[in-house]
């Protein structure tokens, strides 16, 4: 199944209404025309992460051209550095699996902290602030360093990403704390979906050695996926949450997904993996697993 223009003409015409009705909404005199501008707005940058990363894969248009040239845009949008999330999320994809050599999960490789910062991390996760989910994008994709191309290229499309925003923010000034509230709640979403992915699930860990990446068909046993409607996850997520297909086949275009037959098991209802993921301490989800936990989710 291959790329094609009419299905990302359409997903990329859908976010740009839903970003035109929260700025219209925000821009509102109006309480509960402006509460929904930040509804619509969370929503809308959760589609447009979900662009980036289709066009990182290179799998939204047929043309590769395309794909990266539209990716800063969906960038801009998703307040996510293009080039350095196409980098980071490359890494990923190659050491899935190997806990302390994928980009995204080697932070959590070590024993989990005490004392100060393991009741920071506990409390925030308690209180639902997706502190998480912030640190991740920071530490990953706002990371110069994370950059293939050297620091210079990510300082690059770091300020091709922010510098829009402080020209939004200095035309709705007046409205700041609304798209501030946008964007937390686009967080709370976001760490919502991203932590379900790989969290509390066993991993190898390479201590140093010399090891080989497993094969996309293998990376499917530490990968979770969850279920939405399916409407609403073709709509807004491009069916971003089949993430056992998504590693089992990541050169599927995303809107095509939910026509494959995959191989994972490993499937959980999003209020479910939500509910009994915050029934256990931050610390204990993010650092430990399920082997020597013995807590399923």
Same mark, same amino acid.
């Given at each position: 199944?291959?790329?094609?223009?009419?299905?990302?003409?359409?997903?990329?015409?859908?976010?740009?209404?839903?970003?035109?009705?929260?700025?219209?909404?925000?821009?509102?005199?109006?309480? &509960?025309?402006?509460?929904? !501008?930040? %509804? $619509?707005?969370? =929503?809308?940058?959760?589609?447009?992460?979900?662009?980036? *990363?289709?066009?990182?894969?290179?799998?939204?248009?047929?043309?590769?051209?395309?794909?990266?040239?539209?990716?800063?845009?969906?960038?801009?949008?998703?307040?996510?550095?293009?080039?350095?999330?196409?980098?980071?999320?490359?890494?990923?994809?190659?050491?899935?699996?190997?806990?302390?050599?994928?980009?995204?999960?080697?932070?959590?490789?070590?024993?989990?902290?005490?004392?100060?910062?393991?009741?920071?991390?506990?409390?925030?996760?308690?209180?639902?602030?997706?502190?998480?989910?912030?640190?991740?994008?920071?530490?990953?994709?706002?990371?110069?360093?994370?950059?293939?191309?050297?620091?210079?290229?990510?300082?690059?499309?770091?300020?091709?990403?922010?510098?829009?925003?402080?020209?939004?923010?200095?035309?709705?000034?007046?409205?700041?704390?609304? &798209?501030?509230?946008?964007? !937390?709640? %686009? $967080?709370?979403? =976001?760490?919502?979906?991203?932590?379900?992915?790989?969290? *509390?699930?066993?991993?190898?860990?390479?201590?140093?050695?010399?090891?080989?990446?497993?094969?996309?068909?293998?990376?499917?046993?530490?990968?979770?996926?969850?279920?939405?409607?399916?409407?609403?996850?073709?709509?807004?997520?491009?069916?971003?949450?089949?993430?056992?297909?998504?590693?089992?086949?990541?050169?599927?275009?995303?809107?095509?997904?939910?026509?494959?037959?995959?191989?994972?098991?490993?499937?959980?209802?999003?209020?479910?993996?939500?509910?009994?993921?915050?029934?256990?301490?931050?610390?204990?989800?993010?650092?430990?697993?399920?082997?020597?936990?013995?807590?399923?989710?």
């Amino acid at each position: 199944m291959r790329p094609n223009w009419q299905a990302a003409t359409f997903h990329i015409a859908f976010a740009l209404a839903l970003s035109a009705a929260s700025l219209y909404g925000i821009a509102s005199q109006s309480v &509960l025309g402006q509460a929904l !501008g930040v %509804f $619509l707005g969370a =929503f809308a940058q959760l589609l447009w992460f979900v662009l980036l *990363h289709e066009c990182g894969h290179r799998t939204l248009f047929p043309k590769q051209a395309a794909n990266d040239l539209f990716g800063h845009f969906a960038g801009f949008a998703a307040i996510i550095p293009y080039s350095l999330w196409k980098d980071v999320h490359a890494r990923h994809h190659l050491w899935a699996g190997w806990k302390d050599l994928d980009p995204t999960t080697r932070t959590v490789a070590q024993a989990a902290p005490s004392g100060c910062k393991k009741s920071l991390i506990n409390g925030f996760w308690y209180l639902r602030i997706p502190v998480f989910g912030l640190v991740y994008r920071l530490s990953n994709f706002w990371n110069p360093g994370m950059c293939r191309r050297g620091k210079r290229q990510g300082l690059i499309s770091i300020a091709l990403t922010i510098l829009p925003w402080i020209v939004i923010f200095e035309l709705f000034w007046p409205q700041r704390m609304a &798209l501030l509230l946008t964007h !937390g709640l %686009f $967080l709370v979403l =976001f760490e919502t979906i991203m932590l379900s992915q790989h969290t *509390h699930i066993p991993q190898s860990r390479a201590c140093g050695r010399k090891v080989l990446p497993y094969r996309s068909t293998e990376q499917v046993k530490v990968t979770r996926s969850l279920n939405f409607p399916q409407p609403f996850a073709l709509w807004f997520l491009l069916n971003f949450n089949e993430h056992e297909k998504h590693h089992e086949f990541p050169n599927i275009p995303g809107y095509y997904l939910h026509r494959v037959a995959g191989s994972g098991t490993r499937r959980v209802h999003w209020f479910r993996w939500w509910r009994d993921s915050h029934a256990v301490p931050g610390a204990t989800l993010l650092f430990d697993d399920e082997s020597r936990t013995g807590i399923y989710i």
